[in-house]
């Protein structure tokens, strides 16, 4: 017998539309362990991963490929150095809308760090609706 199942469709769920819940505005507090992303990497390359491997936790988690930086958070991984990242920081994740009409994408993604946290034990992500 070949190696294909005959009995699965070739895509499946290809008749239901995306999720559409991505296109409400939200805001989220994660917990990001940098430690294990920036596992085996050089030493000169570590801050400068860490950032990329966090624009990628907030591509993925929120769905939307434009997604912005806050400096204060940018500063927060860098103030140890290059190499010695920080093992976990805690990120608020907002989907907003994108102001700006001739863009391509319709929602974008600010990364901004969450100060002030001592211990991450025990923190769950959280549904954050102050705005």
């Not at 469709?9 to 920036?38: F, W």
């Not at 391509?104 to 102050?130: A, M, P």
Request: proline content about 4%; aromatic content about 6%.
């Amino acid at each position: 017998s070949s190696g294909i199942n005959a009995e699965w469709p070739l895509r499946p769920g290809t008749g239901e539309k995306k999720k559409s819940a991505m296109n409400q505005v939200v805001t989220r507090e994660y917990t990001v362990n940098l430690h294990k992303r920036i596992h085996g990497i050089g030493f000169k390359r570590r801050a400068p991963r860490a950032i990329k491997e966090l624009r990628k936790f907030a591509e993925k988690t929120m769905g939307t490929p434009d997604v912005r930086i806050d400096t204060r958070l940018n500063k927060h991984v860098w103030h140890k150095g290059v190499k010695n990242v920080p093992f976990r920081v805690r990120v608020r994740l907002a989907r907003k809308r994108n102001e700006d009409e001739d863009s391509v994408h319709k929602l974008y993604t600010l990364v901004t760090v969450v100060e002030g946290v001592t211990s991450f034990k025990g923190l769950q992500t959280q549904n954050v609706d102050n705005e």
